[in-house]
């Protein structure tokens, strides 16, 4: 195989320029959905109700990340396998693989609505504790989680345009995404143009709605640029058993890696809630600043993993290391550019939410620890989705595992035991992303994974 020319198109090479070429588009793709859900959240603080739908889309919007992170763990899945076949040179097993990957996601996407409305009042009664608080997450959620199938099937086009080195082509579908999810919440939460005032719930259909644009656009793009045709997708658009079996050994393991991980987090913001509203929206911030700032950093993960299934499907195991320095320097140069302008003008960020003094003073100390976090993301996530690319999938679950328990025992002490402020809560962080980056760094320098066949 290795002696295919990288011509092809689906062969990729070890370079910073390939590397960019995967990594920027992606950065673009992720970013925008985050930016989706930043733009909510501006809006909603500066909605008249004195903070409270700002504090509560903290538990909502983590919640619907547990199911977004599921299908982004099908999604990494999919993804290594299609990079993989694309290394082999076998466009012809890429379209069957994204078919099976359709039937999995919609599948799953059934299976979480219906936990939405059977399990959320329940679980969520347990932890929060204002009746009010409490009503509006049930509500916003039994809405929002209808936007399930589109994401879902949106995500899809992520495995398929990585795998196949086509990610410029995602930039269509994101841009259409967001301006409309920006526009929605703007005329839905508010009230505008003779649209009823929503409030909360209005960023719930516009997030729905803008999630089935960008899903149509990019699907649009797929076909008139030939992609439907050349992958043959949708030709074998059937029940497929080996394939299906193919995909859900690699992906199952991400998937659970994903869930529990965002599971945890969650479980960190019911904790938040006990320590009243403010914290919960500071909380909610900091998550719009790991979303916002950790989209590159995300970007170049998604990259690290694509590259490591195709070099090794071109046979060449020798030049992973040499990936994997690349990826990290640019990487890790990135974050740190990033924790700079985080630190000299915090104020900056944190005033676009409209909050009072309060707020701001509190937040402050947590965006220190959450910039120090995002540099240990950032060298963390490419050697954990260099694991990934390897096929080892298992693996990786895992670590994740191992890492959840170290972190839901530290969070469990310092927020509900001790009370503690949230700034050490946050520290929890740091935790999280150390007991990644070291086992994954011990197994990839290993060598163990040079024999595995995927």
């Known amino acids: 195989m290795s002696s295919v020319s990288p ?33 909510n959240n501006i809006f909603l603080g500066h909605f008249p109700d004195n903070g409270k739908s700002l504090a509560i889309a903290g538990i909502t919007g983590v919640y619907y990340l547990i199911f977004a992170a599921i299908g982004f763990g099908l999604n990494n899945g999919l993804q290594a396998l299609i990079a993989r076949r694309a290394g082999e040179n076998r466009p012809e ?30 679980v969520f009664r347990y932890f929060i504790q204002d009746e009010e608080r409490l009503k509006q997450a049930i509500s916003f959620l039994k809405i929002r989680i209808w936007g399930l199938p589109f994401l879902y099937i ?57 999630e089935f644009i960008g899903m149509l656009v990019v699907y649009l793009v797929i076909h008139f640029k030939g992609i439907g045709n050349r992958f043959q997708l949708f030709k074998h658009f059937k029940w497929d058993r080996y394939n299906l079996s193919l995909i859900l050994n690699m992906s199952s393991p991400l998937i659970f890696q994903h869930a529990i991980s965002i599971m945890s987090w969650e479980y960190f913001f019911l904790l938040i809630d006990k320590h ?22 995300w970007a170049f993960a998604a ?57 701001t003073e509190a937040a402050l100390p947590v965006v220190r620890v959450v910039s120090v976090a995002m540099i240990l993301m950032s060298v963390s996530v490419i050697f954990l989705n260099a694991v990934t690319g390897t096929g080892n999938s298992r693996v990786t679950l895992m670590i994740e595992a191992a890492t959840i328990i170290f972190y839901c025992i530290y969070v469990t002490l310092v927020l509900d035991k001790y009370f503690l402020s949230i700034t050490i809560g946050w520290m929890s962080e740091w935790l999280y992303w150390t007991c990644i980056l070291i086992p994954s760094f011990l197994y990839m320098r290993s060598g163990r994974w040079e024999g595995k066949v995927i």
């Open 303 to 359: 990259t690290s993993s694509t590259m490591v299934s195709n070099i090794i499907g071109q046979n060449k195991q020798n030049e992973v290391w040499k990936l994997i320095g690349k990826l990290v320097k640019i990487n890790l140069s990135f974050a740190i550019c990033v924790a700079i302008l985080l630190n000299l003008f915090p104020g900056a960020f944190l005033a676009m939410y409209g909050q009072p003094a309060d707020f």
């Open 93 to 122: 097993e890429i379209g069957k693989l994204f078919n099976q990957g359709i039937f999995i996601a919609l599948s799953i996407a059934a299976i979480g609505i219906l936990l939405t409305y059977l399990f959320v009042p329940m």
């Open 154 to 210: 949106y995500q899809m086009r992520n495995a398929l345009l990585v795998g196949t080195n086509q990610s410029r082509y995602l930039i269509a579908g994101t841009l259409a995404e967001t301006l409309a999810n920006v526009f929605l919440d703007y005329v839905l939460i508010f009230g505008k143009l003779g649209f009823p005032a929503l409030g909360f719930n209005g960023a719930a259909y516009a997030s729905i709605t803008a």
């Open 276 to 297: 009243g509203a403010t914290a919960l929206a500071v909380s909610n911030t900091m998550r719009n600043v790991f979303g916002l700032f950790g989209a590159v950093t």
């Open 7 to 39: 011509d092809n198109g689906l062969q990729l090479v070890v370079t910073n320029r390939q590397i960019l070429k995967i990594a920027l588009p992606i950065s673009f793709a992720i970013l925008i959905p985050q930016l989706n859900f930043i733009t």
